[in-house]
């Protein structure tokens, strides 16, 4: 069913997105007194695990993904302020030497060749806008701090070595929603984002007598359009 739901947002949103070019491409040469601003957006980071459990050691580039849709609102006259509600879609990889034996348990890897953990999430963001924007120019300064509750809907589990390769999906021990804060600063197309996680990945405990859980701190690169 959530496939179904992804699918269909996916989409709505390149549909709307065609149409609101077409609208942009019409109106390029007026002047809109109650114009919006970002009302899409797409970012690429990478995780920086933090509360991590002993002996856990990142490896490679862990990719993260995120895109979707945010209604701006504006709040002042000269629409430099704004509230942002909005929905969206994130992927998480997260590469490490934490990983699943032959026998499906957790352990911390010495030898191996892969293992990930991949996440699918709905995101329910709100961002709180400052801005230099002006109805004649797209190109401005921009302070967007935000606060997202993301649903996870889908996670898996691999790990392979040499002797064995194992598929872990639907853990029940991994957190279905996350919440986290998060900041995008920049300028007309370049703007740094970080996002840091207020809750654990994991639920429970994963290895006895450690209370760490996994926490994300996540850095890259956020563009908007529209």
Request: glycine share 6%; proline share 3%; net charge positive.
């Amino acid at each position: 069913m959530m496939r179904k739901v992804f699918y269909l947002w996916c989409i709505s949103f390149f549909t709307i997105h065609g149409i609101a070019q077409e609208q942009w491409d019409y109106e390029e040469n007026t002047v809109d007194l109650k114009y919006r601003e970002d009302q899409f957006y797409f970012g690429v980071s990478h995780t920086l695990m933090q509360d991590k459990f002993k002996g856990y050691s990142p490896y490679s580039f862990s990719i993260g993904i995120n895109g979707g849709f945010l209604r701006d609102f504006p709040i002042n006259q000269n629409r430099t302020i704004a509230i942002a509600p909005g929905i969206g879609y994130s992927y998480l990889n997260l590469r490490s030497n934490f990983g699943l034996s032959e026998t499906n348990e957790y352990l911390m890897l010495s030898n191996y060749k892969q293992s990930s953990l991949s996440l699918h999430s709905i995101d329910l963001p709100i961002e709180l806008r400052w801005r230099t924007s002006t109805p004649e120019s797209h190109k401005f300064w921009r302070v967007y701090l935000g606060f997202k509750a993301s649903y996870n809907f889908n996670n898996r589990f691999k790990t392979t070595t040499s002797s064995y390769s194992i598929i872990r999906t639907g853990d029940m021990n991994i957190n279905k929603w996350m919440y986290g804060a998060y900041a995008s600063v920049g300028f007309n197309t370049w703007n740094f984002y970080v996002y840091y996680g207020l809750n654990s990945i994991y639920k429970n405990e994963v290895f006895a007598n450690d209370p760490t859980r996994l926490k994300m701190l996540n850095v890259g690169m956020m563009f908007y359009i529209l």
